[in-house]
Each structure stands twice: as C-alpha cells, then as structure tokens.
C-alpha cells in the first residue's frame, strides 16, 4: 500500500489532500496541531477502514517532531507532503513591520518544514517513491516579485525553497525527489472567497504533477498544473 505523511492536515488544502488520498486507498499519517479540533479530519479517518490515522504535530516546536517520529518509527513513506504553513503579517511593508510575527512565520514556514525533512528523511528514502514536497508559494519566487509589500510572507517561501534545494542536493543520491510547489490562489481561509481556484483543484493538480515526478525533477519548483515556476 502507497503510504504518505501530510502536515497541516486539519484544513484547507492539507485536509483536501487527505480526502483524495484515501479515496485513492492510500495510507494516510494526518498530522495536525491539535486532533481533538480536527473535526472534519476526525471524520474521514473514522470512515477510513484505518488507512487513515490523524497524529498530533507542532512543527513549530522540535519536541513534538521528534516525539512523531519516535511514535512512527521507520515506518517509509512514499510521499512526505509538508504542508503546514501560515500567512503571518499580511501584506507587511517598509515602515510596518511586526517582527515578532515575522520571526514566528519563518519558524513555521521554514523552520517546521526543515525539522520535519530532517526527522523523516530516512523514512522518505526507504520508500518506493521517495517523495519529499514542500507547499511553498510563487509569492517565494524572487525572479518573478515586482513588489512592495508582503515582505513577511515572501521571505519565509523564498527561504524554504532554498531549504528545499539545499534538501535535493542532499537527498538526491539516495534517490529522493525534493519539490517545491505553489497551491495556486486557493479558496481557503488564508486565500480567501475570492481566490482563482478550489483545494480540490489545488491537491488534484499537486498529486497529478507528484504520481509523475522522475529523479530529473528533483530540486524543482512548480506550480499546481505542473508548469515551471522561476525561483
């Protein structure tokens, strides 16, 4: 059975990327903050037939990543799916910057993801996959920023995909593959009502582009429909 571990997993997109998962008979580690909140969580892991499991997880906090992976073990997974992730100081700009919010979404954003990685690195590469993503944002691509603002937000993307690239050239003779990707603007409670796309559309698309990534891939950023993204 194919075997993935999903952060953020409670809601929005990481909570849509469980959904498919198991309807598509995986097995499913559902990590989250807080479980006993996850009510729609709880739900698809009830209806499961146990393929689902949900697992308390701060990635904030390195006690709770090494206390995961003491409860899993060397349990392999095909596909490591760090999605848990903030916003932080919305649209942050010279002259108003909060930076305690900005330290706190760089220990979520970049922090988390890097604690996670190095926790379950080994667990990735003993899989048949050997998946590592990372749910970054274009907003991270400095190539592509003609902005002003959301420095905050920008910044910690911008830094995880290097920690990701950093992770690909690591991991890649062991034969995992480390993907960045944008969500696209997604109908969610960071995105909002007015974003493009649904998080049906988002994981849809993110797992379709996953099932075919191949070792040339590795250290890549790309968006939900697969195209290339300029770091």
Not at 32 to 42: F, V
Not at 46 to 52: A, E, Y
Not at 138 to 150: D, Q, V
């Amino acid at each position: 059975m194919q075997t993935v571990m999903i952060t953020g997993a409670s809601r929005g997109v990481g909570l849509e990327f469980v959904r498919q998962y198991d309807a598509d008979g995986w097995r499913v580690f559902a990590c989250c903050r807080t479980p006993g909140q996850a009510d729609e969580l709880a739900g698809i892991a009830s209806l499961s037939d146990g393929r689902v499991t949900v697992h308390q997880l701060d990635v904030d906090q390195s006690a709770s990543v090494s206390a995961l992976k003491v409860e899993l073990g060397d349990q392999p997974f095909d596909v490591l799916l760090n999605n848990a992730g903030i916003m932080g100081q919305r649209n942050a700009a010279r002259g108003d910057i909060d930076y305690d919010a900005w330290q706190t979404c760089m220990n979520t954003n970049v922090f988390g993801p890097m604690r996670v990685a190095e926790a379950f690195a080994d667990n990735v590469a003993a899989s048949q996959q050997k998946k590592l993503i990372t749910i970054s944002s274009r907003m991270g691509s400095i190539g592509e920023t003609g902005a002003a603002n959301s420095i905050v937000y920008r910044s910690s993307k911008a830094a995880v995909n290097m920690v990701m690239k950093i992770l690909a050239n690591d991991l890649g003779p062991q034969g995992v593959i480390a993907t960045s990707f944008h969500p696209g603007w997604v109908r969610t409670d960071m995105g909002g009502q007015g974003a493009d796309i649904s998080a049906a559309e988002s994981a849809g698309g993110i797992r379709q582009v996953i099932a075919g990534l191949q070792a040339a891939d590795n250290g890549g950023f790309r968006n939900y429909d697969g195209a290339v993204i300029e770091w």
